[in-house]
């Protein structure tokens, strides 16, 4: 008696085909947490998981060939004819996962982010810097300073205006400040800049390891390029200037440089409210 076929195939290949699937998805998962395990403190994460998803993709690829060609046993010249007829409607209809499997390639190879980056995409509804924390083939994983998880399609990365603040080594800030009524605008605008020439976070104020990655970024060919070669200090020196003057108030601009954009409120908050607490002691009451 003959065993019973599904599609034409032996059950038995059938259920030694599914074996084989579930053995090789359980070796990739193992194969890749022991590559990131093994190389993670050694490369760091972004080279480690690199090679991790390397080892996994492989695995993946000999188990399922292996499982296909010898646990079925399929003739590969009508396979090779059945998945060309396969491809072309999956084509049709997974256009986007192709088109985000294709960007997830050109991001890897193009380097525009990495892992631990932080990034700003301009066209995503929650515009705000986060850091990356996984890239994979069709996505990648943001975590804003705020605890919340995004994913978004690589498709997106490569459509959309994305700024790195990780790569570009500091950002600038834009500070409004109402210049307190009838109080003296230049005593008031030394009292901001001696509150901005005190605050650690404050470039050219950092120190330590801050100061020798401001100076590591300052030192990267393309940042030279954009600045003109010139890799000076004071070109972050705080600024205070007079922004608006209308017939009801004067608006002042606070102008600051920082490294750490995750930390922008938190910075802003320190500055605003040691501005604050000085103009109370010198008897200065803002707008």
Same mark, same amino acid.
């Given at each position: 008696m003959a065993n019973p076929t599904i599609f034409g195939i032996d059950i038995y290949d059938v259920l030694f085909f599914i074996g084989?699937?579930?053995?090789?998805?359980?070796?990739?998962?193992?194969?890749y947490a022991l590559v990131r395990r093994g190389l993670d403190l050694r490369t760091g994460k972004k080279i480690s998981k690199i090679f991790a998803n390397l080892a996994q993709y492989v695995?993946?690829?000999?188990?399922?060939?292996?499982?296909?060609?010898?646990?079925?046993?399929?003739?590969?010249?009508?396979?090779?004819?059945?998945? +060309?007829?396969?491809? =072309?409607? $999956?084509? %049709?209809?997974?256009?986007?996962i192709i088109q985000n499997f294709v960007a997830g390639i050109m991001v890897a190879v193009q380097r525009r982010i990495q892992m631990e980056d932080w990034i700003e995409i301009t066209d995503v509804a929650s515009?705000?810097?986060a850091r990356v924390v996984d890239i994979s083939l069709t996505k990648t994983t943001l975590r804003d300073p705020?605890?919340?998880?995004?994913?978004?399609?690589?498709s997106i990365l490569i459509s959309s205006r994305v700024i790195n603040y990780?790569?570009? +080594?500091?950002?600038? =800030?834009? $500070?409004? %400040?109402?210049?307190?009524?009838?109080?003296?605008?230049?005593l008031v605008m030394e009292l901001i800049l001696q509150v901005l020439e005190d605050h650690e976070k404050v470039l050219p104020n950092v120190q330590g390891e801050e100061r020798s990655a401001l100076q590591t970024a300052l030192g990267i060919l393309k940042l030279k390029q954009l600045?003109?070669?010139?890799?000076?200090?004071?070109?972050?020196?705080?600024?205070?200037?007079?922004?608006?003057?209308?017939?009801?108030?004067?608006?002042?601009?606070?102008?600051?440089? =920082?490294?750490?954009?995750q930390l922008r409120e938190n910075i802003i908050s320190e500055i605003l409210n040691e501005v604050l607490d000085r103009l109370d002691k010198a008897g200065l009451k803002p707008n």
């Open positions: 084989i699937l579930i053995l090789t998805m359980a070796l990739a998962r193992g194969t695995i993946l690829f000999l188990g399922v060939g292996y499982g296909v060609f010898y646990g079925l046993r399929l003739d590969t010249a009508a396979l090779a004819a059945s998945m +060309g007829l396969l491809g =072309i409607a $999956i084509a %049709f209809s997974s256009q986007q515009n705000r810097a705020g605890g919340r998880i995004t994913i978004v399609p690589n990780t790569q570009s +080594g500091f950002v600038r =800030i834009d $500070i409004p %400040f109402p210049l307190p009524i009838d109080a003296d605008r230049k600045l003109g070669n010139r890799i000076d200090m004071d070109q972050f020196i705080p600024q205070v200037f007079v922004s608006e003057v209308t017939t009801l108030r004067t608006m002042l601009s606070i102008r600051i440089w =920082i490294r750490e954009i």
